[in-house]
């Protein structure tokens, strides 16, 4: 990757951190989670997934469904990045004047399937990709999943059923920030060791930095990792990324701020002083 | 038969893929005729109707065979997010409901089915009666573009329907001033043998076949309730959220008053048994149903019932 792709993509990232912060004020939103994902979710739709922004219903598309659907305002921010979905749509977050709120639905605009109950969207996504093996396209389908969301058996179910249907099409990408709702995962339901996990499951696993382009684009090079074999990329992130008053704390998953604390909070992410926070810290589960 | 008619109308229509959550004994020989368009998921009800959903995005229609426990309860919220919300043609073709899984236990009786299917916004429920009416929905159920549970029942029957089918009309066998028995699905066997004998007391006996229970037909239920004494309503299925439920929702929601006198399976799991042991042990025989609803014995023969075969 050059320089100037690099800051580009360092660049784009930055305003969609700054459009999530943006939404986690009056009612708020899963900013932790959302940060977290930022980088992935950036680099998928610009570097990655062949879906044009003009065909959005092109039938040769690839794919992606977010799983760990709380984290939408990574992908609100990303749509607007590629003109797909209207900024000002964004301040209709939470109004029931639009179809914006904490999960992912299809009134938005390059969103295929909705969310928000976690372990759905692997075996929506398997389907897809058989159907597409049935068909004989060459879409590729990505489904980003979060860690916490590992828990749920359903994850596993479509994990087998990948493997016994040789999904080679299809891609999970694991936001590894290392938190569940309330605690860290691996005080909760360990899941460490992940990669052995999925390995032993017949999926090929490629552990990055979920923040560093350079290992993103190595990540997603050479797709598939093994012909016949599906792929999962095991991307460690951090929770919060970007504002270190909150990042990598448990207590700061759901996020409601006043007006003044997300301008504090705009600042820190621009390497500004660090935000003093005084709104209690909100876990919804 | 039942094979045969999935067979035909995958070969039919190219969008059809046919699943299972390895339920293959009585589509044995679909996987050889339909190739690609046969998904085995294994022992995942919950992936299958995901990826059933994933399917139907892309243009396919699922007809997910299962059994009817595990599809409507074990993957219920995976119906009702995946396939109902989106309002995907999803078609859930329900094994052994009710009775009919005689011997398995409780972990098997689909006796919640209807209720909780039919609270699903987008979601059409069907019963037919036996092999020559499965045969006269399933065209329309698969053409239907809305997600669909069938509570398959394909005994043979000696019963001849009348072959027009239409989603949301019930089958009206007879019409009875006295007495009105309401039912659907495999209860119509034995509700043709209460409606003989209580015929042989002197009664005037109507019987309907609901045959679809979501959408209901209104009308039919709101003119029978003036025009027949006393409504009964038969199913192998709880008390809640059934057949039942559905008649006094319909009354009460037009302001309508009736006689209506349940029998359905009241607070408890049956008595797991052959079938035919089943129905006696739990009052569901014809001739016990007309007894209930005469209030007193009688000498009429009840025929024998046949045993089903296994289905897993």
Known sequence: MNELKLQQLEQTALRVRERIIQLATDGGCFLGASLSA?????????????????????????????????????????????????????????????HIYWHPNTKVPAIEF????????????VGVAMDIKISGGNNRVVCILGDGELNEGSVWEAVLVAHAHKLDNLIFVVDRNHFQANMATEELIPLEPLVDKFEAFGWEVCRINGHNFMDLEEAFADL??????????????????????????????FCNFTASEIEQLLQELHGEHAATLASETLVVR | MYEELLKEMALADERIVVMTAEN??????????????????????????????????????????????????????????????????????AFIPGFLSDGNGPTHQAIEDVSLMRGIPSMQVFAPADAQELGLMLPLILQSPQPAYIRICHRESTYQHQTEVAIGKAEVIAEGKDVTLLTYGFMLEQTLIAAAILREEGLSVGVVNMRT???????????????????????DHFITGGLYSIVAEVLLKHQQTAKVLPIALEEKWFKPARLPEVLAYEGFTGKQMAEKILGYTTQAFQPAIEQTAFAE
């Not at chain 2, 919950?46 to 074990?74: K, N, T, Y």
Request: glycine share 6%; with cysteine; charged share 20%.
């Open chain 1, 38 to 98: 930022t980088d992935l979710i950036v680099y998928l739709y610009q570097e990655f997934l062949n879906i044009d922004p003009q065909n959005l219903s092109d039938p040769d598309r690839d794919y992606l469904f977010l799983s760990k659907g709380h984290d939408v305002p990574a992908l609100y921010g990303t749509l607007v990045e590629m003109g797909v979905l209207e900024a000002e749509r964004l301040q209709n977050h939470l109004s029931t004047n639009d």
């Open chain 1, 114 to 125: 909705h969310s928000g109950s976690l372990g759905h969207l692997p075996a929506v996504a």
């Open chain 1, 224 to 253: 598939p990792y093994k012909k016949n074999k599906p792929s999962i990329v095991i991307a460690d992130t951090v929770r919060g990324k970007g504002l270190p008053s909150i990042e990598a704390r448990a207590d700061r998953w």
């Open chain 2, 24 to 93: 293959r004994a009585l589509i044995r020989n679909l996987p050889a005729v339909l190739g690609k368009r046969f998904i085995d998921t294994g022992i995942t009800e919950q992936c299958m109707v995901g990826a059933a959903a994933g399917l139907a995005l892309r243009g396919r229609i699922p007809v997910l065979h299962a059994l009817a426990s595990f599809l409507s309860m074990r993957a219920f919220e995976f119906v009702r997010t995946d396939a109902g919300i989106p309002n995907l043609p999803v078609k859930l073709s």
């Open chain 2, 213 to 235: 229970l979501k959408p209901i037909d209104q009308a039919l239920l709101l003119r029978l309730a003036t025009e027949s004494d006393l409504l009964v309503t038969i199913e």
